[in-house]
């Protein structure tokens, strides 16, 4: 049976698979490139990985960077960046890192990444890969098996 002989609805399911994965390639491309950055939002990046329990503010960022605030905010805009987009690529990076160790509760992981409440992080970590954190790590634990 070729592709035409298909029954409409398989058809459209092959279609939309093929295409779900098409995007989640093209997703994963644009997020290995915003964690390879470089310039002043590089820069910010180290500054934020450096202290993985505590994510400093703009201002101190920018007191490490020997600018201002409305220097760094105006540096990374050339870039098409911002303070809280950077901030919260680190979050994301950090949270996958910790979501994979197993001896880390997900109250704990928010804690960590600067959530006052963990259903903040919940809810931030869904919006990021479209899961919630425990089904993410059950997937992965069973990717490894």
Known sequence: ??????????????IERDTSATMTMQR???LK??????????SVRKILLAQP???????????????TSRT?????????TSYRI?????????AEKLILTNRVSMEEIAERLGYAEH????????RWKGITPIAFRQQRLSEKD
């Open 119 to 126: 259903s903040n992080f919940f809810h931030a970590f869904k």
């Open 28 to 30: 994963d491309a644009i």
């Open 53 to 67: 329990g505590h994510l400093p503010n703009m201002e101190e960022v920018a007191s490490v960077l020997c600018i």
């Open 72 to 80: 760094l905010r105006r540096q990374l805009h050339t870039e098409d």
């Open 1 to 14: 049976m070729t592709a035409e002989n298909l029954p409409e609805d398989v058809h459209r399911f092959v």
């Open 86 to 94: 950077l901030v919260d690529e680190v979050r994301e990076t950090l």
């Open 33 to 42: 490139s915003r964690r390879s950055r470089s310039g002043i939002s590089g």
